[in-house]
């Protein structure tokens, strides 16, 4: 059978559009789906309730895990925010990852540091552990740092997990602030569940610009640039229309490294981080959810929505380039090495329907995006673009971004209300209108530079230059 030149054209236009009304679709589902998770959570939880758990006796221990590289300038800052955590019992363990600066002598001195000769179990490979400090203030007695040769952040992690005491863990990033009630929240679905819990994550907010004193944000302002605006659309859309609703259907593949609770022995159990992939936190999620799967043990992964971790997003096109190119490599990596699962059945809806959708929506669609716009470039080359019908869908498609964007600032205001200025969703209105042509096309252009790297075979994280989060009514000195 001959196919011509406009046959093969009009065969490819009709791929394009049905992949993009399979990915509208999916996320008119998500907005559904997750509209029904808030609403549940908001009528389940209230702040009695907490106030109940804090005089508890019977709440499990945490360890606070933290890895630090070069953390020198806001460590001592930072350790003194994670002491004052409202919750009754728990440690905070800071791995000094081999710094080559003086992140290790500043919080031997500031909080009384001496080494102890701990006993502790090598479940997971690491590299050498050089010493283990404790305080003989006993306002620290809960604080423990681990010296270690440099190894990477999922190598710092597992270092932790084999020197922390508690049978939850916490993992988070040093440079974070936590709410004081965030272990408080996070922990409630490992009591609550009839099933086993192996992991709860909360959602990430972004801290630039806000108002911060003594490692606490005292006011939630918005970002002066629009890239760090475009940034909060993107993390209300992922985590309270997207994680909101994996979670519904018990489907989450992902939660944050900046923010995330485990079961220590599951963990434990699945190899610990893999230090080979640079998307260590999603790989060791699907790693143990799969090991739970294989082994028929009736689990769940829970998602708290609570606003409990606030962070810097990047401020420059040059280091979002990186971390979104980092992020894509390390979605591959994770796909590639669970590749059975996708189109699986023994796994459920992590084979049926989490994995599928990562693959086709999350690591292919940047392609394919990108692979669309240079067919109608092509197009209009060779005459063959009706202006009408693109005009048309162009209209379509620009517009569904929109509403999606302004439909998470709904989910936003329907549940936490942090930015309580009406200016602030003004702004965040005006961001949404130029952000789907500005800052969408970018990062797009980063994830496809990611899959060409992985194939290159870059494997470094590429440096994330931090502008630091401070008091902006403050000068500095």
């Known amino acids: 059978m001959n196919i011509n030149f406009f046959e093969i054209i009009d065969i490819a236009s009709l791929l394009f559009l049905a992949?993009?009304?399979?990915?509208?679709?999916?996320?008119?589902?998500?907005?559904?789906?997750?509209?029904?998770?808030?609403?549940?959570?908001?009528?389940?939880?209230?702040?009695?309730?907490?106030?109940?758990?804090?005089?508890?006796?019977?709440l499990p221990k945490i360890s606070v895990l933290a890895p630090a590289y070069n953390e020198e300038a806001n460590v001592i800052e930072n350790v003194k925010s994670l002491l004052t955590l409202d919750y009754p019992s728990f440690e905070i363990v800071i791995i000094n990852d081999g710094s080559s600066d003086n992140t290790l002598r500043a919080l031997v001195s500031t909080f009384d540091l001496f080494l102890d000769d701990m006993i502790y179990f090598n479940h997971v490979s690491t590299q050498k552990v050089r010493g283990v400090y404790s305080s003989r203030n006993k306002a620290y007695k809960n604080l423990k740092i681990i010296d270690k040769e440099n190894g990477g952040k999922a190598d710092a992690l597992n270092t932790g997990i084999n020197c922390c005491n508690h049978d939850i863990v916490c993992c988070i990033d040093v440079d974070c602030i936590l709410e004081r009630d965030a272990l408080l929240k996070l922990v409630k679905p490992f009591l609550n569940n009839t099933k086993k819990v192996i992991a709860s994550g909360g959602i990430i907010r972004v801290a630039n610009s806000c108002i911060i004193e003594d490692g606490r944000i005292i006011e939630v302002r918005?970002?002066?640039?629009?890239?760090?605006?475009?940034?909060?659309?993107?993390?209300f859309r992922a985590f309270l229309m997207g994680r909101m609703a994996w979670s519904r259907?018990?489907?989450?593949?992902?939660?944050?490294?900046?923010?995330?609770?485990?079961?220590?022995?599951?963990?434990?159990?699945?190899?610990g981080y893999?230090?080979?992939?640079?998307?260590?936190?999603?790989?060791?999620?699907?790693?143990?959810?799969?090991?739970?799967?294989?082994?028929?043990?009736?689990?769940?992964?829970?998602?708290?929505?609570?606003?409990?971790?606030?962070?810097?997003?990047?401020?420059?096109?040059?280091?979002?380039?990186?971390?979104?190119n980092r992020w894509t490599r390390g979605t591959i990596e994770t796909l590639d090495l669970h590749k059975k699962m996708i189109f699986n059945p023994k796994y459920g809806v992590l084979g049926l329907l989490s994995t599928p959708y990562w693959m086709f929506f999350e690591w292919l669609a940047p392609i394919i995006e990108f692979f669309g716009i240079l067919f109608l470039i092509f197009m209009v080359i060779f005459g063959q673009l009706n202006w009408y019908v693109f005009l048309i869908f162009f209209g379509v498609i620009y517009s569904f971004s929109i509403l999606f964007s302004i439909t998470a600032l709904f989910f936003e205001e329907f549940s936490f209300q942090q930015y309580k200025k009406p200016k602030y969703m003004i702004r965040l209105l005006r961001t949404a209108l130029l952000e789907p042509i500005l800052y969408h096309p970018f990062v797009m252009w980063a994830a496809v530079k990611g899959n060409i790297d992985l194939i290159r075979g870059k494997t470094t994280w590429g440096k994330m230059t931090r502008t630091g989060l401070s008091n902006p009514t403050k000068t500095k000195p």
Not at 35 to 56: C, G, P, T
Not at 222 to 234: G, N, S, V
Request: hydrophobic share 45%.
């Open 19 to 58: 992949y993009g009304l399979i990915i509208l679709t999916g996320y008119v589902f998500l907005a559904i789906f997750s509209l029904f998770e808030l609403r549940d959570y908001k009528r389940k939880h209230n702040f009695k309730d907490e106030v109940a758990l804090l005089q508890s006796s019977h």
């Open 222 to 235: 918005l970002p002066d640039t629009f890239i760090a605006r475009a940034q909060i659309l993107e993390y």
């Open 249 to 271: 259907v018990d489907g989450l593949l992902l939660i944050s490294g900046a923010f995330g609770m485990f079961d220590k022995k599951i963990v434990i159990e699945a190899g």
């Open 274 to 324: 893999n230090h080979n992939t640079v998307g260590e936190d999603m790989e060791l999620l699907v790693r143990m959810r799969r090991l739970m799967r294989e082994q028929k043990i009736p689990y769940t992964v829970s998602f708290v929505p609570d606003p409990l971790c606030w962070t810097e997003v990047p401020q420059s096109w040059k280091v979002l380039h990186r971390q979104r």
